[in-house]
C-alpha cells in the first residue's frame, strides 16, 4: 500500500483548515502566502524554515495521493480551474490551470527547463537583470530531484524524436522532477504514486511538518491595505492579519486580486501582457500502436524553430492524450467522434508552443474583471499569430509524416484524417480564424511584471510591488513575457532567489 504523507501528517498534528468549516475570525501571522503552486510552495519552505510565523491560503481543495485514481471525470473537477473549461472571454482558446493545493506542479506533466538564455538576455535588454540565475536553477533541480529522463521513451514521444531525426531537425531529452516514477502516464490527473515532486509533497509538505498553518477551499476576496502599507486579506468568513502578504496566485489569480483590491497602478499594468505560449495541435494515426495515455507524458522536445528569429518561435512536444481531454479536443460528436476515438491506440499528437510578448506583433493579452469580480482573460489573435500558428502546424505534420504516419489531422473544425499524401495541401485551405482552429494553452505568464520603473512595471526586479508597502509578488506573473519554455522550473528558481534577498534584507 502506497502511504499518503499528507493524510498522515493531518493525522499527526498539522494545521490543515478548509474554508467550508471556518467560523468567522481573526488571525495574526508575520506573512500570508496567496497561492501554494511553484511559487506559492517555494515561499512558504522557505519562510517557514526561516522561523516566520505562515499561513497560505490556497482557493482550491486539499487532495492527495488517496484521492488520485487516474480517472479524468474526477480529476478535471478536483484539480482544475473550472473543472478544466476555462477560456479566454471570447472562448477561442483553452486554458488548463492546477486549483488545488499545489497549484499546476500537481496536475502537470513534469516537464521541467531552465529559463532560455536568450530569454534571459531579452529581459535584461527590459532592464530586468536578475543576475546568476544557475545557481537557484541548480538549488531546484536539487531539491525537487529534477534530471533528464532515463527511460526510453513512450511511442508517443518517440513518434517526434523519430520525425526530427529523420528531418535533420534538432530535438532533446525533457528533464522532469519525479522520483521513483511508476511511468504510468497520468500525471496530469494527479500522481497516485507520489513521484511527482509536487510542491503538495515536497515544499509544502516540509513547511507544514515546520508549523505552517494552511487554508485550502478559502478564495480570497480582497487584500486590506492601509495607508499605502498591506495589513492582510479577507477570504470568506475569515480575516488574516500580516504586515507581509506574498501573492503567489498565478498569473490570472495575482492580477485578479490585485485588481479586486482596488489596487490597479497608476500606468494601467496590471493585468497587461499576459502570455500563453498559445499551442496548435497536430493528431497523426500510426499502423502500429502509439498508446498516448500510457508512459511519461512528456519526455522530448525540439527547439529547431524557437530561437531562429528573435522575435518568435515555437517549441514542439508530445501530446499525450487520454479519452476525455481527447473528445474535448477533437470537438467532434456522435459517430464521427466515435470513429476517432476508435483510433486513439493508434495516435500520436504533437504540439507547438508559441513563444508571445517578444514583440509589438505578439503582445500578449490582459486579465480584467467581470461584473462579479471573477477575472476574464482578453487574448486577441492577429494575423502574425495566425501565420506562425499555420507554420507551426506545417512542421508538426512534416515531422508526424517523417515519423511514418498514415494519417494526419490538425486540430480545426474543418480538418479531417487525410492521407499523408495529401495533408500538407489540405492544411493550406484550412481557414486560420479563431474558434475553427483548435487554440489551447497551459503556461499563463506576465500580468505583474517586473520593471525598473512603476512606469515599466507592477513590481520591481526583486517582486516587490511598487504601489504597497510589505506586498510581494512570487509567481509567474513576474515574467515580462513569456519564457519559450515550460515555466514550473523558472518560477521555482525565481521564487528561491527572491525569497534569499528577502530574507537577507530583511523584507520579510
Same mark, same amino acid.
Given at each position: 500500500?502506497?502511504?499518503?504523507?499528507?493524510?498522515? $501528517?493531518?493525522q499527526g498534528g498539522w494545521q490543515v483548515h478548509g474554508g467550508q468549516a471556518l467560523q468567522e475570525q481573526t488571525l495574526s501571522f508575520d506573512v500570508i502566502i496567496v497561492g501554494s503552486g511553484a511559487g506559492g510552495g517555494v515561499s512558504a519552505e522557505a519562510l517557514v524554515k526561516a522561523g516566520r510565523k505562515v499561513a497560505l491560503v490556497e482557493m482550491g481543495p486539499l487532495k492527495s495521493s488517496n484521492d488520485f485514481n487516474m480517472d479524468e471525470a474526477q480529476a478535471y473537477g478536483d484539480l482544475y480551474?473550472?473543472?478544466?473549461?476555462?477560456?479566454?472571454?471570447?472562448?477561442?482558446?483553452?486554458?488548463?490551470?492546477?486549483?488545488?493545493?499545489?497549484?499546476?506542479?500537481?496536475?502537470?506533466?513534469?516537464?521541467?527547463?531552465?529559463?532560455?538564455?536568450?530569454?534571459?538576455?531579452?529581459?535584461?535588454? +527590459? %532592464?530586468?537583470?536578475? $543576475?546568476?540565475?544557475?545557481?537557484?536553477?541548480? @538549488?531546484?533541480?536539487a531539491r525537487l530531484n529534477i534530471q533528464p529522463w532515463t527511460v526510453p521513451p513512450n511511442a508517443n514521444n518517440a513518434a517526434l524524436a523519430r520525425g526530427c531525426q529523420a528531418l535533420g531537425l534538432h530535438h532533446g531529452t525533457i528533464a522532469r522532477n519525479v522520483f521513483g516514477c511508476w511511468n504510468l502516464g497520468y500525471c496530469g490527473m494527479g500522481c497516485p504514486t507520489n513521484a511527482k515532486q509536487s510542491m503538495l509533497v515536497t515544499t509544502i509538505k516540509e513547511a507544514l511538518a515546520g508549523g505552517l498553518t494552511l487554508f485550502h477551499s478559502c478564495p480570497v476576496e480582497q487584500l486590506l491595505v492601509e495607508k499605502g502599507q498591506v495589513r492582510g486579506l479577507k477570504a470568506g468568513r475569515l480575516t +488574516? +492579519?500580516?504586515? @507581509?502578504?506574498?501573492?503567489?496566485? $498565478?498569473?490570472?489569480?495575482?492580477? =485578479?486580486?490585485?485588481l479586486r483590491s482596488g489596487l490597479e497602478d497608476d500606468a494601467g499594468r496590471t493585468g497587461a501582457g499576459t502570455c500563453l505560449h498559445p499551442v496548435v495541435m497536430s493528431f497523426a494515426q500510426f499502423d502500429d500502436k502509439v498508446e498516448p495515455y500510457l508512459g511519461a507524458p512528456q519526455s522530448v522536445y525540439s527547439d529547431h524553430f524557437q530561437w531562429l528569429e528573435p522575435e518568435q518561435g515555437f517549441k514542439m512536444e508530445a501530446l499525450p492524450l487520454h479519452p476525455m481531454i481527447t473528445s474535448a479536443l477533437l470537438r467532434r460528436r456522435g459517430p464521427d467522434l466515435k470513429a476517432l476515438l476508435s483510433q486513439l491506440p493508434y495516435t500520436n499528437g504533437l504540439i507547438a508552443l508559441v513563444r508571445d510578448g517578444f514583440s509589438a506583433a505578439l503582445p500578449g493579452g490582459r486579465v480584467s474583471l467581470d461584473a462579479d469580480g471573477q477575472p476574464q482573460l482578453d487574448y486577441p489573435l492577429n494575423d502574425a499569430l495566425f501565420d506562425l500558428f499555420a507554420t507551426a502546424l506545417k512542421?508538426?505534420?512534416?515531422?508526424?509524416? /517523417?515519423?511514418?504516419?498514415?494519417?494526419?489531422?490538425?486540430?480545426?473544425?474543418?480538418?479531417?484524417?487525410?492521407?499523408?499524401?495529401?495533408?500538407?495541401?489540405?492544411?493550406?485551405? +484550412?481557414?486560420?480564424?479563431?474558434?475553427?482552429? =483548435?487554440i489551447s494553452s497551459a503556461h499563463v505568464m506576465g500580468?505583474?511584471?517586473?520593471?525598473?520603473?512603476?512606469?515599466?512595471?507592477?513590481?520591481?526586479?526583486?517582486?516587490?510591488?511598487? %504601489?504597497? @508597502?510589505?506586498?510581494?509578488?512570487?509567481? $509567474?506573473?513576474?515574467?515580462?513575457?513569456?519564457?519559450?519554455?515550460?515555466?514550473?522550473?523558472?518560477?521555482?528558481?525565481? /521564487?528561491?532567489?527572491n525569497l534569499n534577498l528577502w530574507l537577507e534584507k530583511g523584507y520579510v
Open positions: 500500500m502506497i502511504t499518503d504523507p499528507i493524510a498522515q $501528517g493531518i480551474q473550472d473543472n478544466a473549461l476555462r477560456q479566454s472571454s471570447d472562448g477561442a482558446i483553452s486554458i488548463l490551470q492546477g486549483r488545488a493545493v499545489g497549484g499546476s506542479t500537481l496536475v502537470n506533466w513534469t516537464s521541467s527547463f531552465r529559463t532560455p538564455p536568450q530569454t534571459l538576455a531579452h529581459w535584461q535588454r +527590459l %532592464g530586468v537583470d536578475l $543576475g546568476d540565475m544557475a545557481p537557484w536553477f541548480a @538549488k531546484m533541480e +488574516l +492579519l500580516a504586515d @507581509k502578504v506574498v501573492l503567489c496566485a $498565478g498569473a490570472i489569480g495575482t492580477p =485578479a486580486l490585485l512542421t508538426m505534420m512534416r515531422v508526424q509524416i /517523417a515519423a511514418g504516419a498514415r494519417r494526419l489531422m490538425p486540430l480545426h473544425l474543418d480538418a479531417e484524417p487525410w492521407t499523408a499524401d495529401e495533408a500538407l495541401a489540405k492544411l493550406d485551405n +484550412l481557414p486560420m480564424v479563431a474558434q475553427r482552429l =483548435a500580468g505583474c511584471a517586473m520593471g525598473t520603473s512603476p512606469e515599466s512595471g507592477v513590481c520591481d526586479t526583486q517582486g516587490r510591488h511598487y %504601489g504597497v @508597502k510589505g506586498l510581494l509578488v512570487n509567481d $509567474g506573473s513576474l515574467f515580462p513575457t513569456s519564457i519559450g519554455a515550460n515555466p514550473q522550473l523558472s518560477i521555482y528558481a525565481l /521564487a528561491a532567489r
